[in-house]
């Protein structure tokens, strides 16, 4: 059997059973640029792929998503340390990512977003013509 040894633990979880959460938990992220794709990689471990939500309105991307209790509906819960609830976090993507081929992977608690970079923002060489000038007659 767990034994309970943390008062200020105890504590925190009787305040967040009685007030409830003052606000949905966030994911915690990290995001680089990969080549031709901009990579996001979200911490949301022992959510149900199912709960997930993902959505694109102009240029803010959402991602929700929910995780449950595991104990039943009646159990004597003896320490409940991971957080439940919904969790959330907003994008402000730049115009130069191609929402519209967003890729989405959930594996190991990790939410990987994958996001191209627009063709016309990709970096492209411009060509110098020659020097074919004609002279002004006066």
């Known amino acids: 059997m767990l034994m309970r040894t943390d008062p200020f ?8 059973q009685v ?19 901009f990579v996001v990689h979200f911490d949301i471990p022992g959510i149900d792929p199912e709960t997930i939500e993902l959505d694109v ?3 803010v991307l959402n991602v929700r998503a929910e995780r449950r209790s595991p104990a039943p509906e009646g159990a004597d819960v003896i320490v409940a340390e991971r957080p ?18 967003i890729d989405a992977s959930y594996d190991a608690g990790v939410l990987t977003l994958r996001i191209p970079v627009a063709e016309q923002a990709k970096p492209r060489r411009i060509q110098i013509t020659g020097g074919d000038r004609k002279e002004l007659v006066g």
């Open 9 to 16: 633990r105890d504590l925190d979880r009787l305040t967040q």
């Open 19 to 37: 007030f409830g959460s003052a606000r949905p938990a966030s994911m915690q992220m990290d995001a680089y640029r990969a080549g031709d794709d």
């Open 57 to 59: 309105e102009r240029n």
């Open 84 to 101: 439940t609830g919904t969790f959330t976090r907003q994008l402000f993507l730049g115009d130069t990512l191609d929402t519209e081929r």
